[in-house]
């Protein structure tokens, strides 16, 4: 079956960067592409961007245009998404997601918390 | 395109129906709509895809329906685990985008 594993929660102070991970499993990796979407709180689901898993081309929603970087490890079956220059507003839980067969799964989630 | 669900917040009983909208401000290409249940801490339970087609292991009172740019999604004979928030997401194109959610309370 297929599984989005994240990587664990993070607390940052602001100005920083966070990279967080996405380790897929029981798919072919680079069949699907790979998106990231995010919620912080009381918001609702921000789309951040997606990556084409087999060549690698990238494509960024406009408000995270030059800030956010997603890559991924073909051979470990693991997407990247890295957020620099973090302000407080960043604070919120980030997925990776999947559509995979006509099927869209989620990650677990990671909580990045951006606080001086 | 933007998703706007209604009512924002839904007050009902167990065992009565839910009837939730979403509706987008163009059309939605290839029907490529989804539905959500979300509950505090956890990730989005898909339980619709393709505007109408249940996701493996959804229960047979989840049910969505819809096209262009008018969707619904209904929950017959609610359960108290069925009490919690919900939002439809388009994802014909990028970028993929979000309902702001509507939350079904018990009345």
């Known amino acids: 079956q297929v599984q989005l594993v994240q990587s664990g929660a993070e607390v940052k102070t602001p100005g920083a960067s966070v990279k967080v991970s996405c380790k897929a499993s029981?798919?072919?990796?680079?069949?699907?592409?790979m998106h990231w979407v995010r919620q912080a709180p009381g918001q609702r689901l921000e789309y951040m961007g997606w990556?084409?898993?087999?060549?690698?081309?990238?494509e960024y929603s406009q408000n995270f245009q030059g800030r956010v970087t997603i890559t991924r490890d073909s051979p470990a079956s693991t997407a990247y998404m890295e957020v620099n220059s973090l302000r407080s507003e960043d604070t919120a839980v980030y997925y990776c997601?999947?559509?995979?067969?006509?099927?869209?799964?989620w990650g677990q989630g990671t909580l990045v918390t951006v606080s001086s | 395109i933007v998703l706007t669900q209604s009512p924002g917040l839904l007050s009902l009983s167990p065992g009565e129906r839910a009837t939730l909208s979403c509706r987008a401000s163009?059309?939605?290409?290839?029907?490529?709509l989804a539905w959500y249940q979300q509950k505090p801490g956890q990730a989005p339970r898909l339980l619709i895809y393709?505007?109408?087609y249940r996701a493996p292991g959804i229960p047979d009172r989840f049910s969505g329906s819809g096209s262009g740019t008018d969707f619904t999604l209904t929950i017959n004979r609610l359960e108290p685990e069925d009490f919690t928030v919900y939002f439809c997401?388009?994802?014909?194109?990028?970028?993929?985008?979000f309902g702001q959610g509507t939350k079904v309370e018990i009345k």
């Open positions: 997601v999947t559509y995979a067969g006509s099927i869209i799964y």
């Open positions: 029981g798919y072919t990796f680079t069949s699907y592409a």
């Open positions: 990556i084409k898993t087999d060549n690698g081309n990238t």
């Open positions: 163009q059309s939605v290409r290839g029907i490529r």
């Open positions: 393709g505007a109408s």
């Open positions: 997401q388009h994802y014909g194109g990028s970028p993929w985008t």
